[in-house]
């Protein structure tokens, strides 16, 4: 059960500049906790994208950047390349819930 | 390096029962939160539990009464006793390793996968 809400898909051109939302509720974002991003490239096991809002793991290039206000969060990729082309979580925690929650997840398609 | 390696996945029929088993290499079970997280054919990730790493375990609603996670110090291995299994568990399952004290999914293993035939 999906709690966070998510485009279903975005796309843009090689080089362009897109963003996904993801919108929870006063139970998990809008409860203070931390938005985290995931990519799941096509037939692999997802891999943490962006943790703690806006922080890139080691080895993660800068043109990912996530941000986090209230209840919302985006993921942006600017400078879109065919390699990004995969489906995208964000995930948090939920206190009524007393677990972790994903997002419905984003398609990334590059043009 | 950290490693993750599930195993025991296959096909079972509904009501039955199936225990999945996560070996962890390069960091230590019990010192981290652990979690196995799963995806449907085609569908979204669900996370279904995880167990802390001073015991304390949480399952989602849609497991509840029905899985058991637990981990073996020994083995340094987490698993997932799964049963009275239906169709609608039919997915990819996934371990996971929560850095203690935060929550997120740092790594994550290859999956192994649950067929449920009706």
């Known amino acids: 059960q999906s709690v966070l809400t998510q485009p279903p898909s975005v796309s843009g051109a090689p080089g362009q500049r897109v963003t996904i939302s993801c919108t929870g509720s006063?139970?998990?974002?809008?409860?203070?906790?931390?938005v985290h991003w995931y990519q799941q490239l096509p037939g692999t096991a997802p891999k943490l994208l962006i943790y703690?809002?806006?922080n890139r793991p080691s080895g993660v290039p800068d043109r990912f950047s996530g941000s986090k206000s209230g209840t919302s969060a985006s993921l942006a990729i600017i400078g879109l390349q065919a390699e990004d082309e995969a489906d995208y979580y964000c995930q948090s925690y939920d206190s009524s819930l007393s677990g972790y929650v994903f997002g419905t997840g984003t398609k990334v398609t590059v043009l | 390096e950290v490693q993750l390696v599930e195993s025991g996945g296959g096909l079972v029929q509904s009501g039955g029962s199936l225990r999945l088993s996560c070996a962890a290499s390069g960091f230590t079970v019990s010192d981290n939160y652990m979690s196995w997280v799963r995806q449907a054919p085609g569908k979204g990730l669900e996370w279904i539990s995880v167990i802390y790493s001073g015991g304390s375990t949480y399952y989602a609603d849609s497991v509840k009464g029905r899985f058991t996670i637990s981990r073996d110090y020994s083995k340094n291995t987490l698993y997932l006793q799964m049963n009275s299994l239906r169709a609608e568990d039919t997915a990819i399952y996934y371990c996971?390793?929560?850095?203690?004290?935060?929550?997120?999914?740092?790594?994550w293993g290859q999956g192994t996968l649950v067929t449920v035939s009706s």
């Open positions: 006063s139970s998990n974002t809008g409860a203070g906790y931390d």
């Open positions: 703690g809002n806006a």
């Open positions: 996971a390793r929560v850095p203690r004290g935060f929550e997120y999914f740092q790594h």
